[in-house]
């Protein structure tokens, strides 16, 4: 198993006063340590306009900055908001990062879920799936054959002889690519289409089971061109995480905030999301959260994780939590991760080799 960790660039007031501006240094300062301690993968997730969540206007000019930061850690967006990019651009710019980390990137794509990003930038809320869907098609033109010829709903152009899309990224025929799934609709074109699947940190096991099975019997139905997406087959599962000494000290430093953080994130500007991916509904406890936390001791979060490994057949674990635990609580919760869980899911190889 891989794993990786979920930044949103979430500001914690207290520490990173309006207008926030230190939550860059800070969520940097944990990519360079996730790297150090061995983690494969820094995610960065896309969001724009909000005061009270994640600020992150451009995943690409942030991971061509963490590559220069970086030397092995996998730098991936997870995700960018397809529907508010032309789809082209997103092609060339994921090359060009690509070549900039010396091919470590990876891309995932996702359909939106907050209104007023599209407000704001003027483009369509209600039509986002089908953008999505006919964005996708362009996209793999430009990865496999470099021209085009597109006359769609939403998109229109053409590229041919004597010109093609350049830059060719390091990975060919691309990075591995991923969509986040959180409904059928979007799980089973997922794995029509070759992606690696993402999934939220909200759902519970069953509906894990339930929705990686889906995606399985829809990616035997791939083509043999989208199977060649490095990332086809894989499943990767978000989890708000935390690591203490005991199962009780982990929820004493950690139940006031993940709850008032879980509640936030499904509150008002998220049209209904919490309730589309999530079956706990808007009034949330900690004990209501059993399934979706591993938080804990290290022998409890192994447990649980090899019982979700088994479950969904998942290929990585994406570590999430709030900034309101504070840098000290959170970096110490890192190293445990990687000194005590990351150690029972890999050979002795394998953690040599992370760590080198």
């Known amino acids: 198993m891989e794993f990786g960790v979920l930044f949103t660039s979430h500001p914690n007031p207290k520490e990173e006063p309006y207008p926030h501006r230190d939550v860059h240094a800070r969520t940097t300062d944990e990519v360079i340590e996730a790297e150090r301690l061995g983690f494969d993968t820094a995610w960065i997730a896309e969001h724009h306009f909000a005061t009270s969540y994640g600020i992150m206007p451009d995943c690409f000019a942030y991971m061509a900055y963490l590559a220069a930061k970086t030397s092995r850690i996998k730098i991936g967006a997870a995700v960018i908001t397809l529907p508010l990019y032309d789809p082209i651009r997103v092609v060339e710019n994921t090359s060009f990062v ?86 059928d609709r979007s799980i089973g074109y997922s794995g029509r289409n070759g992606f690696g699947l993402m999934l939220s940190t909200l759902p519970g096991i069953e509906t894990l089971a339930a929705q990686t099975a889906l995606y399985k019997r829809e990616l035997a139905n ?30 004493a430093e950690t139940e006031e905030a993940i709850v008032r953080h879980i509640a936030h994130f499904g509150g008002t500007g998220t049209s209904g999301y919490l309730g589309s991916v999530s079956e706990k509904g ?75």
């Open 222 to 251: 791939a083509s043999e061109e989208r199977r060649k997406n490095p990332a086809a087959g894989e499943i990767d599962i978000a989890r708000w995480v935390y690591i203490a000494d005991t199962d009780r000290q982990a929820r």
């Open 98 to 183: 690509d070549i900039l980390s010396n091919g470590r990137v990876r891309l995932g794509i996702g359909s939106g879920y907050r209104p007023y990003e599209f407000e704001g930038l003027g483009k369509d809320f209600d039509g986002r799936r089908d953008i999505v869907e006919e964005s996708v098609g362009l996209m793999f033109d430009a990865f496999h054959r470099h021209r085009w010829d597109h006359q769609g709903k939403y998109y229109k152009g053409t590229v041919k002889e004597p010109y093609e899309m350049l830059p060719h990224p390091i990975q060919m025929p691309h990075p591995p690519l991923y969509m986040a799934g959180g409904t």
């Open 282 to 356: 808007s009034e949330i406890k900690y004990d209501d959260l059993a399934e979706t936390l591993l938080h804990g001791s290290a022998e409890t979060v192994i447990a649980r994780l090899r019982e979700m490994q088994a479950r969904t057949g998942m290929t990585s674990l994406l570590l999430h939590y709030p900034p309101y635990y504070g840098r000290e609580k959170t970096m110490k919760s890192l190293k445990l991760f990687a000194e005590r869980v990351i150690p029972a899911f890999r050979p002795p190889a394998q953690r040599m080799a992370a760590a080198e």
